[in-house]
DNA sequence: GTCGAAGTACACCGATCAGTGTACTTCTGA
DNA sequence: TCAGAAGTACACTGATCGGTGTACTTCGAC
């Protein structure tokens, strides 16, 4: 029970993922080496080996943590059908907006990692096909016209937006349009 | 006129900008090193550095390659207006289906660049810009109704089509109908 | 009070990183 | 033919890479 019990302070292993979660997205994956995780997350480089299997399990670990919150974000709750769609674009828009922003984190990590068959690279690909399982849920309780089409379609969108808010510091309005007329388009 | 002058053989500036584009976009930037590079080159590690002053300025001459060749693509030439927008989303079908396949290398430049100000970032964000005029221009012969707005729509489906097909190794039918609804509702 | 788990400090490993210095060869154009 | 440009071979730098071995400390539970 020791992992499940609450402690007073954040242990090493959680302190390595949250400074990878940072670490990670800001400078990339394999511009950060393992002496400046610990270094940032205060924890001894010897500790990292006792929780992890190396740098690729700490990679894992980390886009793990980011599932969990996104998992978390994507409810939607106490929203219409129609909102639960804009919701999602709307967190995107305020995350956008950051100077830090970097894109999708799960598309950066497949991007980098380039290997399809990493274990994070699944994880990220399974965080897509969840967002496009929310849309799809949305989508049918809103009385959509064919939702298994119109949902991967805001996928397309929400991945298209992070890329163009990556690549130009910010979010467009094209974005919030293209959705309306999707949606209006399959009569909601 | 050494330069412009055809050679019989290609010379080391041209083989490592080859080796740059094949190398960094199936392994990654920050995964291969100069003396990888050098190696699949066929070409001395002092030649790399009399044409280039370091790697970072391989990686944007590497860009700039790649630039030319997506302007030299994107002309769509003996095409109506509807075919010039298709064509590119039929050219992005037909890569996305290639094993290799990992993604726009624009995008996918930023993405392990982080710094938005580096000079291959800088060329890599002006093909996004080329791309949306290239719709724009296609989409005003066409008689579109607000082009301005609906050409970055459909480079927002494009880039979204593009990780898409990076996360699940291959295109989705999606792509093409998102891209057909935005056209006609904009009556073209 | 003591025992074990958790964590730290730090030196160390071979490999690789980007980049340089020096001396040699190979090709080409006048 | 011969000068100069283009390119190669290779040793070498200091820094960093991911990862390990060993000995020490800190702290909570019983």
Redesign the pocket.
Known sequence: M?TTTQT?KP???ARLIAAAERLFYAEGI?A?????LCAEA??????????FG???DVVTAMVQARADEFGRQLTGENRSPRGRVLVVFEALDRGSEAPDFHGCPFVGAVTELKDRDHPAARLAREQKNRLTEYFQAALIDGGARDPGLLAPQLTLIFDGASAHAMMHFGSTPATRQAVETLLSAHGM
């Open positions: 020791t007073r242990g090493a292993r394999h950060v080496g393992v002496d400046r205060g924890v001894s480089k010897r500790s990292l080996y006792q929780h190396g740098k690729d």
